[in-house]
């Protein structure tokens, strides 16, 4: 018997005042409860109960053990009850981390919905395009557009980035649009994507049928940051890959022009990573299910 079970044991004789009625009450053996009394005592090294031919008490020793049993048995009851409740209301605090521009222009303005739906769960967002250690730094789940890199984690695809190759109309007055990959290589520059895990520049993809190919053009400028990234293109400092969600309004007004959209970039997965653990937590499983269905629902692009 544990220490848990000793302590109920404990308090119900107490309660009920006799070894037999706790027995009965808990559907135990009399031999048990009286060898699990014994050993409690012993380890304990105090007398805990007098025995009447009428009545069991507790001695004095027996009233401050059977004081904190029944705060420390509240306490458990009160966090047993608080995670079958969350089974059915998920409920606490989620951190997670996310790349800025999806979060700002794509999760952050559903969040109404989610906490319509689930309202005792908070979120502390995080957003960059930085590398996350999620157990070091205390992360739940991490939101991720590419292949996922951390063979740790558990990774659950939730959808998938259509990309477009663009331009600013400011470049392209200076460069001449071009009509295949071949003129692409020829005097055009592009900004240049550091990758936060390889911390090497990306070459630009393109689709050719089935089949990727790879561009590696120069560039006056290199950056590891997203929103930089679509800043230095829409500046005319050279050509870039980029989500469609993200420049949608640029290429309606003008300001950026799509490239070569007979070879589109490959689209990007979308994966939410999480540490490995035996009992996912259900606010996480809920944010991450909301997620998905986010995918579904067309809010974001469609795996």
């Not at 319509?116 to 967002?125: E, G, H, N, T």
């Amino acid at each position: 018997m544990d220490r848990l079970q000793a302590m109920r044991l404990y308090t119900r004789i107490v309660e009920l005042g006799s070894f037999t009625a706790a027995a009965d009450d808990l559907g135990l053996p009399r031999a048990t409860v009286t060898h699990a009394i014994k050993h409690l005592e012993s380890r304990l090294g105090t007398q805990l109960l007098q025995r009447t031919t009428r009545r069991v008490r507790a001695t004095r020793d027996g009233e401050t053990y059977y004081g904190h049993c029944v705060r420390l048995l509240a306490d458990v009851d009160e966090v047993e009850t608080d995670f079958r409740e969350a089974l059915v209301q998920p409920k606490g605090r989620l951190r997670v981390d996310l790349p800025a521009s999806l979060a700002n222009q794509l999760v952050i303005p559903a969040l109404r919905e989610f906490f319509a739906r689930y309202p005792q769960i908070s979120l502390d967002i995080g957003t960059g395009d930085r590398f996350v250690d999620l157990v070091r730094e205390g992360v739940d789940c991490v939101l991720r557009v590419g292949e996922p890199g951390d063979s740790a984690m558990v990774g659950r695809r939730v959808g998938r980035i259509e990309l477009a190759t663009v331009a600013s109309a400011a470049y392209l007055r200076r460069h001449r649009v071009p009509d295949s990959l071949a003129a692409l290589q020829e005097g055009h520059v592009a900004v240049n994507w550091i990758s936060p895990t390889s911390r090497r520049a990306e070459p630009l993809e393109f689709m050719v049928g089935r089949k990727r190919r790879e561009v590696t053009l120069p560039g006056c400028v290199s950056v590891s940051s997203a929103e930089a990234y679509y800043g230095c293109c829409e500046a005319g400092l050279g050509i870039a890959q980029v989500p469609r969600y993200r420049i949608a309004a640029a290429l309606k007004s003008g300001n950026l022009r799509e490239l070569l959209p007979g070879h589109p970039p490959p689209p990007l997965p979308m994966t939410v990573l999480y540490p490995q653990q035996r009992h996912m937590p259900a606010r996480l499983r809920v944010f991450i299910d909301w997620l998905v269905e986010l995918t579904a629902s067309g809010l974001l692009p469609r795996a």
